[in-house]
């Protein structure tokens, strides 16, 4: 590693320039939830809609999701970023621009996207910049990247009451990004549903104990 990568602010977003060259071929990841067996890769469903969250270190974060009634898929990877195809290695160094995602394939019919959008926000502190807790660095920013005008919408009503939930509780500004949906690189086969593989394993994902009182936005 380079005197500049081990010197570098790891909570800076990288410029193109700095940003690491990536590669043109996606990496080799096993097709199959390794839960529920169903393929993480498109198409999906029909009548199944996306949504993707970044709440910290993604092995917690996607645990929560598919543990959900009528979350059918979760896959986790790396998005919000400028690097194509990045490896977790190039992520941890904080020169490709990502942060660390989950995918959430849902059906709105059991599950709405307002509710999911409650769940990623009591699920951790998106008060906290380019870190969750000890997990520093701008791969555990939070972020809500959206796929479609009613999803951003839906993302910018929610994270603005519940700042006001915040407040009163004495928490900061939320600096969730919230964005439009852009380039999704799924994560190596071994983070895949890792918490189910390693049930041992570590899991950052905590709250702050403030409700989001979903469905009383509108």
Known sequence: MSLFDTRR???HLPTADEALPGR????????????????????FDKG?????????????????FWKQHGVQ????????????????????RGLT??????????????ISYETLVGLFFESHD????????NDLGTQYRSAIYTYDDEQFETAKRVALKYGEELAGAGYGKVTTEI???????????????YLAKNPNGYC???????????????
């Open 9 to 11: 602010d790891k909570t």
């Open 24 to 43: 043109s071929q996606a990496l080799q990841v096993e097709k199959v939830h390794y839960i529920n067996g169903r393929s993480i890769f498109p198409p």
């Open 48 to 64: 199944t809609q996306v949504a993707m969250f970044g709440l910290g270190c993604f092995w917690g974060a996607e645990r929560l």
């Open 73 to 92: 898929v979760t896959a986790v990877g790396y998005a919000g970023g400028i690097t194509p195809n990045p490896t977790y290695e190039e992520v941890c």
């Open 97 to 110: 621009g990502h942060t660390e995602v989950v995918l959430v394939v849902f059906n709105p019919s059991e």
């Open 126 to 133: 998106p008060t906290q910049g380019m870190r969750q807790g």
């Open 179 to 193: 964005k439009p949906a852009n380039d999704f690189f799924y994560a190596e086969t071994y983070h895949q549903q």
């Open 204 to 218: 950052g994902i905590g709250g702050t104990g403030v409700t989001c009182p979903v469905g009383l936005f509108s």
